[in-house]
């Protein structure tokens, strides 16, 4: 099939490799100059690299314009396949190809809209995630479904393995749909906006801990912020320190949220609404990082005990 590519990062490069696997024409590739990164620079891996190593022509740029439609026209794809797009498309060219506009979401839709799904997925406790292809329209994420694939979420799941294994469904996502496309079986489905859930873009300030949350919910926060997205963190006498590894306490425990209590390995946080009333489960910090960089286990850290909270002193 002839398809022209838009993407960015590792996610755009694995789409862009399984097309070249599979053996798709791909007239040309759109992608957003290096400098474009930002904060993404996490998953940075070059589309445009890989593309001119396969001698495909490359166009940067940092949003859609008339060149870029002009250049896509001229390429005649049967589709557009999107994979990490981060500025707005119009009209005019999601529905240039026969087949329109193909976009990879890494949520099954219509859960998870928006930005860093695998993250929010995880955080909102989902007991699943997985990758969807759906119909490019005017609105973010909400077109007709195509292809969906889901995995099930694991109890020591970390964000990072998360991203990882929703990029290893890129390959099989890709034939199905466009296999779909070429044998003239493709069966959209509309998505119910009822159950549509929209996450914001992730700042600093999202990694802050709330010691209002229950146990179980900060576990999953700190699973989900892993190596290498920005860490949880929060400020203990005065030093900002980062949650780098904990888990829920077997006992309950009560008091302030945000108390540490050096119990069950020296470092058992109060945490969760309602916390005086003793009934809550505690998370146990056993690893973290210090203002310095420094990595310390919790039981050594936490002696003095004291309170963690969301400002410095």
């Known amino acids: 099939m002839r398809v022209v590519f838009f993407g960015f990062q590792t996610w755009g490069r694995n789409t862009l490799q399984a097309l070249i696997d599979q053996g798709h024409d791909v007239p040309l590739v759109v992608t957003h ?23 495909i022509p490359v166009h940067l740029t940092e949003r859609i314009d008339p060149e870029t439609i002009d250049l896509v026209k001229r390429a005649e794809p049967e589709v557009n396949v999107v994979n990490s797009w981060y500025t707005r498309w119009p ?17 099954l839709l219509p859960k998870c809209t928006g930005f860093s799904p695998v993250l929010w997925t995880l955080i909102s406790g989902e007991s699943e995630f997985g990758l969807t292809v759906h119909r490019m ?25 998360l991203v990882r294994k929703a990029m290893e469904l890129i390959p099989g996502v890709l034939k199905d749909a466009l296999d779909a496309l070429e044998s003239g079986t493709a069966v959209w489905r ?15 300030r999202d990694s802050l801990i ?12 700190v699973r989900a912020l892993s190596e290498p997205y920005p860490r949880p963190f929060s400020f203990y006498r005065g030093e900002r320190i980062e949650v780098l590894e904990a888990h829920v306490s077997d006992a309950r425990y009560g008091g302030t949220p ?39 286990r919790g039981s050594e850290f936490f002696l003095r005990g004291g309170y963690l909270d969301g400002q410095s002193r």
Do not use: M
Not at 46 to 53: G, I, T
Not at 91 to 107: K, R
Not at 137 to 161: F, S, V
């Open 258 to 296: 945000g108390r540490v209590i050096v119990q069950e390995g020296g470092g058992a946080v109060v945490c969760g609404l309602n916390a005086h009333r003793g009934g809550n489960r505690a998370l146990v910090v056993t690893r973290v990082s210090s203002a310095d960089g420094v990595e310390h």
């Open 91 to 107: 009209a005019e060219l999601y529905d240039l190809p026969p087949h329109g506009t193909l976009n990879f979401h890494d949520s």
């Open 190 to 204: 509309p998505q119910n906006r009822a159950e549509r859930t929209y996450f914001h873009k992730r700042s600093e």
């Open 33 to 55: 100059p290096a400098s474009a990164q930002g904060y993404k620079a996490i998953w940075s891996d070059s589309v445009e690299e890989l593309a001119r190593d396969h001698g």
């Open 137 to 161: 329209d005017d609105d973010l994420d909400t077109g007709d479904i195509l292809i969906q694939h889901a995995l099930p979420i694991g109890p020591t799941d970390t964000g990072t393995e």
């Open 210 to 221: 709330d010691w209002s949350w229950p146990a179980e919910d900060l576990e999953r926060f």
